[in-house]
């Protein structure tokens, strides 16, 4: 799966394959694996993806509690790189995204950088969830609970009152996306998802669960097997805006 750093002089011009994709990822600079269902994944999709590394951008740093202090050249490099394509070759209806759903921070000063959709993360879809279902009946599940609860990200929960839950450090998908090892078991990650969601659901009772993180979609049918309701994530804001997009399987 091609990718290219996008913050050096030497790369600052997006491919044309990149540019030609139905969905653009900025993703982090990560090597974790990247399995069927994550965002990042072309396996994840019916048509072309293209995925714009952005160098030095690793999880430490972008998830963090004071997002305004983050150097976001890379990502702002690559959204002007696109906007300098001719019409002509970027894909109709072309979507930017990114792999990390902390990036909803940057959501409105991005999207007023290009033309293009641009969808930082499934947080966008909160509001439009809250208009059906009342906070309680609401869970929100993230990479880091306290870190989404900073004040930084407050703007974009909008006063959100429902439960956030947060991977437990302990779970091997919390350590192999923290330390961004390059060995994923993925059945020992389905038992602490399962563990997860479990106690969660014990503890909080929802009709709709929206998955903050874009590694999460290759685990919910571990969620389907507790949880009957609703569930928004990446993946399902990302056909909504583009319909076709997504593989069905991964829209469970």
Not at 52 to 69: E, K, L, T, W, Y
Not at 211 to 226: A, D, G, M, Q, S
């Amino acid at each position: 799966f091609e990718s290219f750093c996008a913050t050096c002089d030497l790369c600052s011009e997006i491919p044309q394959w990149i540019a030609m994709a139905s969905l653009v990822i900025l993703q982090l600079d990560t090597h974790f694996p990247r399995i069927p269902g994550d965002i990042a994944c072309r396996d994840t999709y019916h048509r072309p993806v293209g995925v714009q590394i952005i160098d030095r951008a690793q999880v430490a740093s972008v998830v963090n509690a004071d997002p305004n202090g983050l150097d976001i050249t890379g990502f702002t490099s690559a959204l002007a790189s696109l906007e300098n394509i001719g019409a002509d070759i970027t894909s109709k209806d072309q979507i930017i995204s990114t792999s990390c759903g902390f990036m909803i921070y940057f959501q409105e000063s991005f999207s007023k950088m290009t033309d293009k959709t641009f969808i930082s993360s499934s947080l966008i879809a909160l509001p439009e969830l809250r208009s059906r279902f009342p906070d309680p009946e609401i869970m929100v599940i993230t990479f880091d609970a306290d870190v989404l609860a900073s004040p930084a990200y407050q703007p974009a929960l909008d006063g959100f009152a429902g439960p956030v839950i947060g991977l437990e450090k302990w779970m091997h998908l919390y350590e192999v996306i923290s330390q961004d090892l390059v060995d994923l078991d993925f059945h020992k990650a389905e038992l602490g998802m399962d563990q997860l969601i479990t106690a969660a659901l014990r503890r909080f009772p929802v009709k709709a669960i929206i998955l903050e993180c874009t590694n999460l979609p290759p685990y919910k049918h571990v969620i389907r097997r507790h949880f009957a309701g609703e569930i928004i994530d990446c993946l399902s804001v990302l056909e909504a805006a583009s319909p076709g997009l997504v593989k069905e399987q991964h829209l469970m």
